[in-house]
């Protein structure tokens, strides 16, 4: 139906578009599949004329659809554990440098964020797990590790856990491993400290090596 009013036919315009939202969906999805390799030309090339937009519109979509986005990776690596360690061989050397850049750029936003999750139940409790036994064996050994040294640690691993290769991020911060844990005469120094992620913290425990691991 056409108007002569502007207002009038955007009006009719959205009412329609509400009242057929499902059949329009549908029209989309039937016209995609069979213009796919013209649309997603048409898209690149967009893109590649439109450097700017194309940022602009994704940092909406990204705002508008986050935890959508965020749950849809988490379920598809979780059904596709061997992905990332193949895509980590293939580009190790982009992977290492993209690493070291977000931490250099975000060392104050992570350490706030860590800063935060050691105040949550959570992060008492993992916290606290053993503290007083090790609290009472770090006195008799030797503890020379300073804030430094370990952001050297961080940088000679590539930002990545020393046992499983896993990058580190906001979500997955490393924590750090005693090569000769504490328990068994290990001391608190540079050379006796690995970056772990939390999973490999805690399945290592107190053993010396990850058993089973290569």
């Known amino acids: 139906m056409q108007y002569k ?8 315009n959205k ?3 509400i009242d057929n939202k499902e059949r329009i969906k549908e029209n989309k999805k039937i016209y995609y599949e069979k213009n796919k390799e013209k649309i997603i030309e048409e898209n690149k090339q967009w893109a590649k004329d439109n450097p700017e937009k194309r940022k602009e519109t994704y940092k909406r979509y990204y705002i508008k659809n986050k935890e959508r986005k965020l749950k849809y990776h988490k379920q ?11 895509y980590y ?3 190790k050397e982009k992977i290492a440098e ?14 706030e964020y860590q800063k935060k999750w ?8 993992h916290n606290q797990k053993g503290n007083a036994k090790r609290q009472a064996r770090e006195r008799k050994i030797i503890s020379t590790l300073n804030s430094q040294e370990w952001l050297d640690i961080l940088e000679e691993h590539n930002y990545r856990c020393a046992y499983c290769g896993v990058e580190f991020d906001c979500e997955n911060l490393p924590t750090r491993d005693h090569v000769i844990p504490i328990s068994k005469g290990g001391n608190n120094m540079k050379k006796n400290v690995v970056p772990a992620c939390r999973s490999c913290n805690s399945r290592k425990w ?4 990850m058993e089973g691991d290569s």
């Open 206 to 209: 107190n053993k010396i090596y």
């Open 5 to 12: 009013n502007k207002e009038k036919q955007k009006e009719y």
């Open 76 to 86: 598809w690596r979780e059904e596709n554990p061997e992905y990332k360690k193949v």
């Open 15 to 17: 009412q329609y578009r």
């Open 98 to 111: 993209q690493n070291r850049n977000y931490f250099k750029k975000n060392k104050k936003r992570i350490s």
């Open 118 to 125: 050691l105040k949550t139940e959570k992060g008492k409790a």
């Open 89 to 91: 061989l293939n580009n």
